[in-house]
Antibody
């Protein structure tokens, strides 16, 4: 049973870089057709797609965040990561990592991590 | 930027049918997906490719598409179906993914 687990600081200062890692267990991050994504949800609000990555490193980003986002993959650790620079209070949210099995970067997310709350505050 | 529009809330009595819509200009070209999210939990995929149901999702959940609107239908609503529901799709060129604003389903 493939599982995802987010990890990283729960508190980030304004203007700094938010860094999160998603560890994949029960399967290989290098599986063909799998796309790995990040989604966030501000408190009391809806879901926002941040971006997705293929194990080869091909990335797809939300245009509204593209200038501040980097998603990368580490196949040796079976992990993928999110970096969001120049954060503000508006970036406070629960951040989810997720897996799209079907083979396209914009497909449905079949499996989700439990989510991790990140607060931007000084 | 591209947007998907959902009603903020839908209310139904137990046993009735709930219909939640999602509208977007690119929906005739792009598949839609539906998620159920209960408080404090991660979303769960309930419909993919407009009308397909993942294994383990009850048959009372179904999806349909007509033009620029897709619809999630829950037949014979149960108390446990009370949750937020989100649609997801992509822009017309298939460049980025978008979520609808979400619909809160209340079972009266």
């Amino acid at each position: 049973q493939l599982q995802l687990q987010e990890s990283g600081p729960g508190l980030v200062k304004p203007s700094e870089t938010l860094s999160l890692t998603c560890t994949v267990s029960g399967g290989s991050i290098s599986s063909s057709s799998y796309y790995w994504g990040w989604i966030r949800q501000p408190p009391g609000k809806g879901l926002e797609w941040i971006g997705s990555i293929y194990y080869s490193g091909s990335t797809y980003y939300n245009p509204s965040l593209k200038s501040r986002v980097t998603i990368s993959v580490d196949t040796s650790k079976n992990q993928f990561s999110l970096k969001l620079s120049s954060v503000t209070a508006a970036d406070t949210a629960v951040y989810y990592c997720a897996l799209a099995v079907a083979g396209t970067p914009l497909d449905a997310f079949d499996i989700w991590g439990q989510g991790t709350m990140v607060t931007v505050s000084s | 930027s591209y947007e998907l529009t959902q009603p903020p809330s839908v209310s139904v009595s137990p046993g009735q049918t709930a219909r939640i819509t999602c509208s977007g200009d690119a929906l005739p070209k792009q598949y839609a997906y539906w998620y159920q999210q209960k408080p404090g939990q991660a979303p769960v995929l309930v419909i993919y490719k407009d009308s397909e149901r993942p294994s383990g999702i009850p048959e009372r959940f179904s999806g349909s598409s007509s033009g620029t609107t897709v619809t999630l239908t829950i037949s014979g609503v149960q108390a446990e179906d009370e949750a937020d529901y989100y649609c997801q799709s992509a822009d017309s060129s298939g460049t980025y993914a978008v979520f609808g604003g979400g619909t809160q389903l209340t079972v009266l």
